[in-house]
């Protein structure tokens, strides 16, 4: 017998999603809210590093989406003009039989975490949020945004940077703030040269090239947006060009190529980390709720899927330990990784803004590969 039986997830994104499936697969019955009537989805895509990788095979969704993503091996960086600065081979720590790593559209990737939670008997409800969190020593009532109530054993918040359920244990002690950098984002064919994750050192920002599939890659950049200034949705291209201005190559080709707005992504870089246990009795953060980061280490959502994966594992483990006690071994295992991930990825986009080109983004990068293939 499992430490619990019923859970409540707050939040249908890939970490709520990820997390119901993980505690479905250990026969625990499992309730999704989701805050969005129409479950639309955000982004252009994603990149699974070999870490990720690793985990989504554990959870037994990575076969799902194969076919529908572009496996690759290497990462490399390179200066602004497109020069190899260091090409870093991945691991297949999934197995030999899959990949290092994976880009895969966001709509495809939640195609198969929606379906797959379904299929393991999840109940789903959209439109629907938390209202009201009442706990005690067996459990927590529940109130939603429609009226209803329901109790469980365990709530678990992932419902992203601007989280209720970290809202209702913590009041307003953590809100996200700007790190003072944007991220854009833009969908092209594939270039056959882009078999591999592709940064670019710019001198003001970031710019890189990620495989989807066959005929489908993106194109994202960083750049430094200070007082997160409002941007009009018509000029978005025009702003994207102007801001890759400093890059040649491969880079400065597709850059004339960005003249459709509605097709840009924009979204200013907004960061929180809860610097305390993620957990207050019954009631348990996981991924952004807890630690929203900047994309520059490419671990945000790998960060999410991995908590969902040891949340999983703990929960699912045979009875004998009461929540409290899984969940303090939940953060022994979460917390220094993700703080590593979050203060690393944060320092990349401070040393963009102050421009400061003796950093080692190589090492750093490195640096994060080494940690991340270590085991969860």
Request: hydrophobic share 40%.
């Amino acid at each position: 017998m499992t430490a619990v039986s019923k859970v409540l997830i707050v939040g249908g994104g890939i970490g709520g999603l990820c997390a119901a499936i993980a505690l479905r697969r250990k026969g625990i019955e499992v309730d999704l809210v989701e805050l969005k009537a129409e479950w639309t989805v955000y982004g252009v895509g994603i990149i699974q590093q070999c870490n990720v990788v690793r985990e989504m095979a554990r959870l037994g969704v990575l076969d799902g989406y194969l076919k529908a993503a572009f496996a690759f091996e290497d990462v490399a960086l390179y200066n602004a003009h497109g020069h190899t600065l260091a090409r870093i081979p991945g691991q297949r720590l999934a197995g030999p039989q899959y990949p290092a790593n994976v880009g895969i559209s966001r709509l495809a990737l939640h195609q198969v975490l929606s379906t797959t939670a379904a299929e393991l008997g999840t109940r789903i409800r959209l439109g629907t949020s938390v209202e009201r969190l009442d706990q005690d020593e067996q459990g927590v009532d529940v109130t939603f945004t429609d009226g209803s109530q329901g109790r469980y054993e365990l709530v678990v918040g992932a419902d992203g940077l601007f989280s209720k359920v970290r809202g209702l244990l913590f009041g307003d002690t953590y809100t996200p703030r700007h790190t003072g950098q944007s991220v854009w984002r833009y969908n092209f064919k594939r270039d056959p040269s882009i078999d591999h994750l592709a940064n670019y050192l710019g001198p003001d920002g970031n710019a890189g090239l990620c495989p989807l599939a066959d005929d489908l890659m993106y194109l994202y950049l960083t750049s430094y947006e200070p007082g997160n200034p409002w941007m009009d949705t018509a000029t978005l291209a025009a702003e994207m060009r102007k801001r890759l201005g400093a890059f040649t190559g491969l880079i400065g080709e597709l850059r004339e190529q960005i003249i459709d707005s509605s097709q840009v992504v924009y979204k200013p870089m907004e960061v929180v980390f809860v610097s305390e246990p993620w957990y207050r009795g019954r009631v348990l953060l996981i991924g952004d709720a807890a630690h929203a980061t900047t994309p520059h280490l490419g671990q945000g959502a790998g960060m999410a899927i991995e908590d969902a994966v040891v949340l999983g594992e703990l929960l699912g483990e045979p009875g004998g330990q009461g929540v409290d006690a899984l969940l303090k071994r939940f953060m022994e295992r979460r917390y220094e990784r993700c703080k590593f991930i979050s203060d690393s990825s944060i320092l990349a986009g401070d040393k963009e803004i102050e421009h400061d080109h003796a950093f080692d983004r190589v090492g750093l990068v490195r640096q994060m590969l080494a940690l991340t293939a270590e085991e969860i």
